[in-house]
């Protein structure tokens, strides 16, 4: 399953199809790969969300930078219902993987971001400087790998009902959740459409980036990275 059919058209489905290798990069990455299989060390999943509780709270404030850029009242309304989604639904996963490691929730949190998650943040946050199409185009990874991730493994390998971290994929993979990503991807082709040459490559390269961000996420917590320096 490719992150964009090859019948797919639109700038997003180009995208889709130009980092197909970086969205099979993120579901083969041993982080995610423990996901699947539900072997996945407590440790690193309470590391993953602690930072990515973080990275969600920069993702919102992304989400208020969009709110002054847009241009009508429709834009508007994405943005605060995108903001609400995260915060009234998308801390239902990370309970999930809370209840799996045996810790509360309150406890998982964290008050320093690592250096790989304040580094997709800083890129985060300079794309909502340039413009609403490259600040979009940096968004979209986010959703967009999770989603394809989870209606992939859904979808082809159907997990047990007993498997220990069901609950966090089924929440990527329902209509709701998925829905989020077609909606960002339809607003993001239309800014396209009206993009010049210069703005779509930046846009292009705002998507790149962070796609490559979002296998390093895994990574982090794969790593359990700190600031630690290499010499201790």
Not at 154 to 160: G, H, K, L, N
Not at 164 to 174: D, H, K, V
Request: charged share 20%; glycine share 8%; with cysteine.
């Amino acid at each position: 399953m490719t992150a964009a059919a090859t019948t797919d058209t639109g700038f997003t489905a180009e995208l889709g199809r130009a980092n197909a290798g970086l969205f099979d990069a993120f579901y083969e990455h041993p982080f995610l790969a423990g996901m699947r299989d539900g072997t996945l060390a407590k440790e690193k999943v309470l590391h993953y969300v602690g930072q990515d509780h973080q990275y969600l709270s920069a993702y919102i404030r992304c989400y208020g930078l969009g709110m002054a850029m847009s241009p009508d009242r429709r834009w508007m309304r994405h943005f605060h219902d995108s903001a609400a989604f995260i915060l009234d639904d998308e801390t239902h996963p990370h309970h999930v993987l809370c209840d799996y490691a045996g810790t509360s929730y309150e406890d998982a949190q964290v008050d320093r971001l690592a250096p790989t998650a304040q580094a997709y943040i800083d890129h985060m946050m300079a794309a909502g400087r340039d413009s609403l199409g490259v600040l979009l185009a940096a968004l979209l990874p986010c959703p967009w790998t999770y989603t394809w991730a989870a209606d992939r493994f859904v979808t082809e390998e159907r997990p047990p009902a007993d498997h220990p971290l069901l609950g966090w994929w089924e929440f990527y993979a329902t209509r709701d959740t998925q829905g989020v990503t077609h909606k960002l991807r339809g607003l993001l082709d239309s800014l396209a459409e009206d993009a010049g040459a210069g703005e779509r490559a930046r846009m292009a390269r705002a998507f790149e980036d962070s796609c490559h961000h979002e296998i390093r996420f895994w990574q982090m917590a794969w790593s359990l990275e700190t600031w630690t320096a290499p010499d201790g």
